[in-house]
């Protein structure tokens, strides 16, 4: 699997998993845009789509970030176990499953989860990865290293909801 201080010295390639659903996934859209703020490169796969791990793999992405609600969380899972046989990446769950299940940690293919906002802690993994520097002490998040698991506490919520911008609609 991916190693979590490689330093790549780039930008990191993320690619999100989304559900093709009724409603925006706004969730997911604004956590595409703190990383696009962050001058990292993100894509969108939306299922069902016959062709999905074809376009996964052809992205090559560092990591994938599944937007995982109760309900669909047991197939959300599915789809990333699935992933992690074919493609090589790192896997973070977020959204309301991880926050207030956060056992689906000790998951072997879950790699980190962001318990509530995810804005800045998806910025800090992406720069971490791309800087070299540990995961183990960000805020929100909870990240498994081999049988080991850093828990994190939740940082203060964001004052200022529009600093990001607009969501990634692209």
Known sequence: GKVYHEHTGRPQRVLFIQELVAQEPIGIQWISRAALNAGHQTKFVVTPDSNWIKRIKEFEPDVIGFMCTTGVHRHVMEMCKALKRNVNFLSVFGGHHPTFVPEIINE??????????????????????RDGKPLSNIGNLDVREGTHVFKNDIRPLFADLDINGFPDRE
């Not at 980190?112 to 800045?120: A, N, T």
């Open 108 to 129: 072997s293919y879950i790699d980190m989860i962001v318990k509530g906002e995810g804005e800045q802690a998806f910025q800090d993994i992406l720069n971490n990865l």
